[in-house]
């Protein structure tokens, strides 16, 4: 069974500081990986989708990596605003069916001070 | 903003008590999942539904229900809850097609008490 690790589980920053939050998983054959954010009390918002075959995605200040080859996944934040205090996941897809077969990490709980 | 939405968004209950939580969408998404997410920990599946009238299991039933009867209701249902079902339940939708991003309504925190 894929297992999906988010470490560290707490990151503090000062404003302005940029930021790497990592994912690691055990099972390389996969068929995409997601990053979300999760504030707290709500649900998840997608951030970013790699496909396996891309090695990353740009959204604003946000930029997910993906090396399959060593189980990791990085999200570099630029630039890193108190607003962007929040916990970030990041889930693994084996397969297009995405049901039972997705699997996420327990997280990284980011505090962006001012 | 959600396109998915579930009530209520908080519930206390007693022990032994039925009780449904509501998920809907308006994307027209024909897969939608329901999560159990406790504090600090990782999301796990309780029931998933390929479309109408498609319903299955998933790692963690929890002594619940789900029915699809149109596409944009994914209700969960509790016969009897307990203490133990006391949890944050996160709904998601995506539409057919593999690489396509979940999208979760903002979730109903039960508490049985």
């Known amino acids: 069974k894929q297992e999906v690790t988010q470490i560290p589980a707490a990151l503090s920053v000062p404003e302005g500081e940029n930021l790497v939050l990592n994912c690691s998983f055990t099972?390389?054959?996969?068929?995409?990986l997601q990053w979300f954010r999760q504030d707290p009390g709500k649900g998840l918002t997608s951030l970013l989708l790699?496909?396996?075959?891309?090695r990353e995605q740009t959204s604003g200040r946000l930029n997910a990596s993906l090396d399959k080859s060593s189980g990791r996944s990085t999200l570099y934040i630029a630039a890193s605003q108190p607003g962007d205090s929040a916990t970030y996941l990041c889930?693994?897809?084996?397969?297009?069916?995405?049901?039972?077969?997705?699997?996420f990490g327990t997280g990284t709980r980011l505090t962006v001070i001012p | 903003e959600a396109d998915i939405y579930q009530t209520p968004r908080y519930l206390v209950i007693g022990t032994g008590k039925k009780i449904t939580l509501e998920c809907s969408q308006t994307?027209?998404?024909?897969?939608m999942y329901w999560y159990q997410q406790d504090p600090g920990m990782e999301l796990h599946l309780i029931h998933y539904?390929?479309?109408?009238?498609?319903?299955e299991k998933g790692d963690l039933s929890s002594e619940s229900t789900v029915s699809r009867i149109r596409t944009e209701h994914f209700p969960l249902t509790l016969e009897s809850a307990r203490p133990s079902h006391t949890s944050q339940y996160l709904c998601?939708?995506?539409?057919?097609?593999?690489?396509?991003?979940?999208?979760f309504g903002n979730g109903t925190r039960l508490t049985v008490t």
């Open positions: 998601a939708s995506t539409p057919t097609g593999g690489n396509s991003p979940l999208h």
């Open positions: 099972d390389s054959a996969i068929y995409n």
């Open positions: 790699i496909q396996s075959s891309q």
């Open positions: 889930a693994v897809a084996g397969d297009q069916t995405g049901a039972n077969n997705l699997f």
């Open positions: 994307m027209g998404h024909d897969k």
């Open positions: 539904s390929y479309g109408v009238n498609s319903t």
